[in-house]
């Protein structure tokens, strides 16, 4: 994590253009179909953990400093044993906060640094793009514990 301040420092200092968000879309697949998304429709497999972390040091020797996490549905990416929080650590191993973007339907337990959930408005409407998800959601967010948990909408 110090590394990705002193490289935004040193970027800063040197006049040198560094981006200082990066996004990763871990995954295309997602458990709902939602009318208005186009990454369910494209299916494409997942990329293996190794492939994950090779991303991840490809993004942080861009200079970025935050990386957001998202799909699809983040917290259906699997390889084997490794799950999004095995990605969530190696992340923080190398950018200075990462995020998570879900669609809030599985639960949040995460060690992300923020968690962010989609809604697409209240009840109907979310409903209407997402199918019948909005009180589940809800109720996910009532449960968790994430320190900073915030809904997107």
Request: proline share 5%.
């Amino acid at each position: 994590m110090i590394d990705a301040w002193l490289s935004g420092i040193a970027g800063h200092l040197l006049k040198q253009r560094q981006p200082l968000l990066a996004s990763f879309k871990l995954t295309r697949r997602c458990n709902l179909c939602c009318v208005s998304c186009p990454f369910w429709r494209q299916p494409t497999p997942d990329p293996d953990y190794d492939s994950v972390v090779d991303t991840l040091d490809q993004l942080q020797r861009t200079g970025a400093r935050l990386l957001i996490l998202e799909g699809g549905e983040p917290f259906l990416w699997r390889d084997g044993e490794w799950g999004l929080e095995a990605v969530v650590t190696a992340a923080q191993e190398r950018f200075a906060f990462v995020g998570v973007v879900t669609n809030g339907t599985l639960g949040l337990d995460s060690s992300a640094d923020v968690l962010w959930v989609s809604l697409d408005g209240l009840g109907d409407s979310h409903d209407q793009n997402r199918g019948p998800t909005f009180d589940r959601i809800l109720a996910n967010i009532a449960a968790s514990g994430h320190p900073k948990l915030y809904v997107n909408m």
